[in-house]
């Protein structure tokens, strides 16, 4: 059985440890193993320490850990280094994100790699590619039903194109993101075959049961992710004979981390990419890694210790890989990705801020911030050497997922309220421009999300339709407000790409017979020449929005106090129509940027007093304009949807 962690144990496993596996520079690797083995062999022990083979599947790991950092190139090694020696790196305000489709963005990567530069002229330096691994045609889930998770899908490019673009971007000084899918495979992938083929220990890499006895009790708690295509969490497989747990998608299978040979398969392909030289892994659907009967399988405390399982065998071997939390799941849960420590990141560094997100479309709806700040009351302080990923769009579609209590303190009635939201973003209530359709409808239980590109949910659709010049500049403020919140308030900001060209809803999926019951793909479009191109149309709103955008980057990049330490209060302010917050310099507290922004289509005033204002207001400057602000008898005015980030000159 599995013996308590010993100096004894370790250097037994080394004993066995072929030393050439290790290859070059051997005292980083054994000096981080050392350090890390503690926690490695307790967190194993906690998952598989009751199995008769834990001292064998341990030792499988860590040959695992040696042989990649053998074939771990000296370039990545030394940044490794350099990053040991400051792992607060991605705390910068320097980082800004964009997400992007290969084949979407441009043609594929082949023709991705021809437009590295955009970026570079845009401001962004991390670059995030969705899923690109091989999956099958007809069967992808955009990407998250992978075939293979080493091989670059032959449609998109090659690995050696991947490497190619990988390359330019560290010349930049970027960082690359790959998606790894944790949770499942396609039931295309070997493994699956293989199960399906009746090998009884692939089969155990999945959850199988060959009649409906228990996988109906899972069901008694386990909620529903795709209730129109994808009903329960449960499939029958001919081949097989069996049931196989698929909470996403039919032909998605849940992977058993109960089985170590899965986490070890998986740590594996971690590595294989960090080795590629990934910057940042996000994890996909990290909150199901761990099912358990009568729960509903999200969230359960062994999800966690997979991650920091997978966190401390990346620290020996790769130490400068972040990962990404991709946990759409309650304040109180998503905080926990980052791990339990009061300090480090023991899980995820980064996490989505899916909270800040919905409540900003929240803003967007009712033109005020009464839930924007009861929602972020209620989201706790992230660990400091963590940080979030703030965002406004994405590949996925928009949940509306406030907790009740705070929707009740905003002075609304949450079932109303949710139902207003829906209404409001698909265009069905009088008082909306926005362009968006329905997605994820579940008639069980009400719950509606929402599709649509960030453009066409603020109104920009329907303001050009109608050719009303006002309402286009309106919505083009309008973006660079939210832009302006996710760019100040603590954080990596994530573009979507397409977002600085003011991209329109892409109505061609319903014209697919493999998209047309999919209404995401509604905001995953295809970019023209004459999309990109549109940024240098004088006066044109994709010119406008490109150049504010671009001017938005190169302030925050310039401003320390944006740097992500920490250091920002809530400004309550009497005017609900109004949102403020403080952001401080970690390193100089009288450094100080005032973030205020108008959430409304009404002109404002704000008395300095409110904003902990002392001097006059015409000492202080607006780094977004680099002119004075408005004013009047010391009272802050600001325009429909205006931000101001004020410092003192």
């Known amino acids: 059985m599995y013996e308590p962690v010993s100096h004894h144990l370790l250097n037994t496993i080394l004993d066995q440890l072929n030393p050439e596996i290790v290859g070059s520079e051997k005292r980083y690797f054994y000096s981080r193993l050392g350090a890390n083995f503690f926690a490695i062999h307790s967190l194993f022990g906690r998952l598989y320490g009751h199995r008769q083979d834990g001292d064998q599947q341990l030792l499988r790991l860590v040959e695992i850990m040696a042989k990649r950092y053998?074939?771990?190139?000296?370039?990545?090694?030394?940044?490794?280094?350099?990053?040991?020696?400051?792992?607060?790196?991605?705390?910068?305000?320097?980082?800004?994100?964009?997400?992007?489709?290969?084949?979407?963005?441009?043609?594929?990567?082949?023709?991705?790699?021809?437009?590295?530069?955009?970026?570079?002229?845009?401001?962004?330096?991390?670059?995030?590619?969705?899923?690109?691994?091989?999956?099958?045609?007809?069967?992808?889930?955009?990407?998250?039903?992978?075939?293979?998770?080493?091989?670059?899908?032959?449609?998109?490019?090659?690995?050696?194109?991947?490497?190619?673009?990988?390359?330019?971007?560290?010349?930049?000084?970027?960082?690359?993101?790959?998606?790894?899918?944790?949770?499942?495979?396609?039931?295309?992938?070997?493994?699956?075959?293989?199960?399906?083929?009746?090998?009884?220990?692939?089969?155990?890499?999945?959850?199988?049961?060959?009649?409906?006895?228990?996988?109906?009790?899972?069901?008694?708690?386990?909620?529903?992710?795709?209730?129109?295509?994808?009903?329960?969490?449960?499939?029958?497989?001919e081949a097989m004979g069996k049931w196989v747990m698929t909470v996403f998608?039919?032909?998605?299978?849940?992977?058993?981390?109960?089985?170590?040979?899965?986490?070890?398969?998986?740590?594996?392909?971690?590595?294989?990419?960090?080795?590629?030289?990934?910057?940042v892994l996000r994890l996909d659907a990290v909150a199901f890694l761990w099912k358990k009967l009568s729960t509903a399988c999200q969230n359960e405390e062994e999800a966690h210790l997979i991650l920091q399982l997978f966190k401390d065998c990346c620290q020996v071997v790769a130490p400068n890989l972040l990962f990404i939390a991709e946990a759409i799941v309650a304040p109180s849960e998503i905080i926990r990705y980052f791990g339990e420590d009061a300090i480090v990141a023991k899980e995820c560094e980064v996490a989505y801020n899916a909270t800040?997100?919905?409540?900003?479309?929240?803003?967007?709806?009712?033109?005020?911030?009464?839930?924007?700040?009861?929602?972020?009351?209620?989201?706790?302080?992230?660990?400091?050497?963590?940080?979030?990923?703030?965002y406004l769009r994405c590949h996925d579609d928009i949940g509306f997922g406030f907790d009740d209590a705070d929707i009740g303190r905003a002075g609304y009635e949450p079932f109303a309220h949710r139902r207003f939201l829906v209404d409001y973003f698909t265009g069905t209530s009088e008082s909306s421009q926005a362009r968006g359709q329905p997605f994820g409808r579940n008639n069980k239980t009400g719950d509606v999300r929402i599709s649509g590109s960030l453009a066409s949910l603020i109104g920009l659709e329907a303001a050009l339709q109608q050719d009303d010049r006002q309402q286009v500049e309106r919505c083009i403020k309008h973006i660079v407000l939210l832009h302006s919140l996710i760019m100040s308030f603590g954080g990596i900001p994530l573009f979507y790409y397409g977002d600085e060209l003011a991209t329109l809803n892409d109505y061609r999926f319903s014209e697919d017979e493999e998209k047309h019951k999919d209404s995401r793909w509604l905001h995953r479009p295809y970019l023209q020449r004459a999309d990109f191109d549109s940024r240098n149309t004088a006066g044109?709103?994709?010119?406008?929005?490109?150049?504010?955008?671009?001017?938005?980057?190169?302030?925050?990049?310039?401003?320390?106090?944006?740097?992500?330490?920490?250091?920002?209060?809530?400004?309550?302010?009497?005017?609900?129509?109004?949102?403020?917050?403080?952001?401080?310099?970690?390193?100089?507290?009288?450094?100080?940027?005032?973030?205020?922004?108008?959430?409304?289509?009404?002109?404002?005033?704000?008395?300095?007093?409110?904003?902990?204002?002392?001097?006059?207001?015409?000492?202080?400057?607006?780094?977004?304009?680099?002119?004075?602000?408005?004013?009047?008898?010391?009272?802050?005015?600001?325009?429909?949807?205006?931000?101001?980030?004020?410092?003192?000159e």
């Not at 590619?129 to 990407?143: A, F, R």
């Not at 709806?365 to 990923?389: C, D, H, V």
Request: aromatic share 12%.
């Open 70 to 237: 053998g074939e771990r190139s000296d370039e990545l090694k030394k940044t490794d280094r350099q990053r040991e020696q400051d792992h607060e790196w991605f705390l910068s305000q320097k980082w800004v994100g964009m997400a992007l489709y290969a084949n979407g963005f441009a043609d594929n990567l082949e023709d991705l790699a021809q437009r590295i530069d955009y970026f570079g002229e845009l401001g962004v330096n991390v670059v995030h590619i969705l899923p690109i691994l091989e999956c099958p045609q007809s069967k992808s889930d955009g990407g998250y039903a992978v075939s293979d998770f080493r091989k670059v899908d032959p449609r998109i490019g090659t690995n050696a194109q991947l490497q190619t673009i990988i390359q330019q971007l560290h010349e930049r000084d970027s960082l690359i993101v790959l998606d790894m899918v944790v949770n499942h495979t396609s039931d295309e992938h070997a493994w699956a075959k293989r199960a399906m083929a009746g090998d009884a220990d692939y089969q155990n890499y999945f959850y199988t049961f060959e009649n409906r006895d228990i996988p109906d009790m899972f069901e008694l708690s386990m909620p529903e992710i795709f209730p129109e295509t994808d009903p329960g969490n449960f499939t029958w497989n």
């Open 356 to 390: 800040f997100m919905a409540l900003l479309w929240d803003s967007v709806a009712t033109k005020n911030a009464r839930l924007l700040y009861q929602g972020i009351n209620s989201l706790p302080t992230k660990l400091e050497r963590a940080t979030w990923l703030n």
């Open 540 to 648: 044109s709103a994709n010119q406008q929005l490109f150049t504010s955008l671009q001017r938005l980057i190169r302030v925050r990049q310039q401003t320390t106090s944006f740097a992500d330490f920490n250091t920002r209060d809530l400004l309550y302010l009497d005017d609900h129509r109004l949102f403020g917050f403080v952001r401080y310099n970690s390193q100089n507290p009288m450094e100080k940027v005032i973030v205020i922004a108008n959430m409304s289509a009404d002109v404002l005033k704000i008395n300095a007093s409110q904003l902990l204002i002392s001097s006059s207001l015409s000492e202080y400057r607006d780094l977004w304009t680099g002119n004075a602000p408005s004013h009047y008898d010391n009272h802050l005015v600001l325009s429909d949807f205006q931000f101001y980030w004020l410092t003192l």
């Open 249 to 279: 998608h039919q032909y998605q299978w849940d992977l058993n981390y109960a089985n170590p040979a899965v986490f070890i398969e998986m740590l594996d392909n971690i590595l294989f990419w960090a080795n590629e030289g990934v910057d």
